[in-house]
């Protein structure tokens, strides 16, 4: 079955960086699309972008352009998200979710997300 | 200020219906059959209940109903269950690669 395991807390200083990572298992990596969510304590979600595994195509949401980098390990079926210059506003619950792409390049996909991985807590604090 | 304009509780008792809508624009709920349903319980990640516009997946009961019209997506639940009281998400695909969320809707069950 299909299953996407999120790495552990984090912990982190304004101002500094975090990478959380999505590994997948039960399908081949290509075959769905990444996105990341977020949601900040007691408030809604928040999707944060996109990305294609097979050709590490993204699409961040803009208010997080030039502060986020999701990439892709397709030797490990892995997704990764990367966030800069941390401020305690950051701190959330950050999930990733899977998107069925009809073909390698996701050119054509199910706009929706059956599978989701059990989130990552992350708390940015001094 | 989200996206996509949800009540932010609703309510009823055990055995009733509630509704919970989902406001967008024409580019989004408004654009296609691009609206799905995600329930929340605390602590837990979201759960997808609904699928382009009115699909339910397998497992989900068909107490959970959904339909569109015009830019605004509706989610019924009939027959409450104590298990539905929980947090309900709509989401809309929007451009290319881009998604909207609503702001969430808290169900109580009384």
């Not at chain 1, 996407?4 to 960086?17: D, I, R």
């Not at chain 2, 509704?19 to 602590?43: A, E, L």
Request: include cysteine.
């Amino acid at each position: 079955q299909v299953q996407l395991l999120q790495s552990g807390a984090e912990v982190q200083k304004p101002g500094t960086s975090v990478k959380v990572s999505c590994k997948a298992s039960g399908y081949t990596f290509i075959n769905y699309g990444i996105i990341w969510m977020r949601q900040a304590p007691g408030q809604e979600l928040e999707w944060m972008g996109w990305i294609t595994p097979y050709n590490g195509y993204t699409n961040y949401a803009q208010k997080l352009q030039g502060r986020i980098t999701m990439t892709t390990d397709t030797s490990t079926s892995t997704a990764y998200m990367e966030l800069r210059s941390l401020t305690p506003d950051d701190t959330a619950v950050y999930y990733c979710a899977a998107a069925f792409c009809f073909s390698a390049t996701c050119s054509s996909i199910k706009t929706y997300f059956e599978h989701w991985g059990q989130g990552t807590l992350l708390t940015v604090s001094s | 200020q989200s996206a996509l304009t949800q009540p932010r509780s609703v309510s009823g008792s055990p055995g009733q219906s509630v509704t919970i809508s989902c406001t967008g624009t024409s580019n989004d709920v408004g654009g296609g059959s691009y609206v799905s349903w995600y329930q929340q319980h605390p602590g837990k990640a979201p759960k997808l209940i609904i699928y382009d516009v009115v699909k339910r997946p397998s497992g989900v009961p068909d107490r959970f109903s959904a339909f569109k019209s015009g830019n605004t997506a509706s989610l019924t639940i009939s027959g409450l269950q104590a298990d539905d009281e929980a947090d309900y998400y709509c989401c809309s695909y929007g451009a290319r690669y881009t998604w909207v969320l609503g702001g969430g809707t808290k169900l109580t069950v009384l």
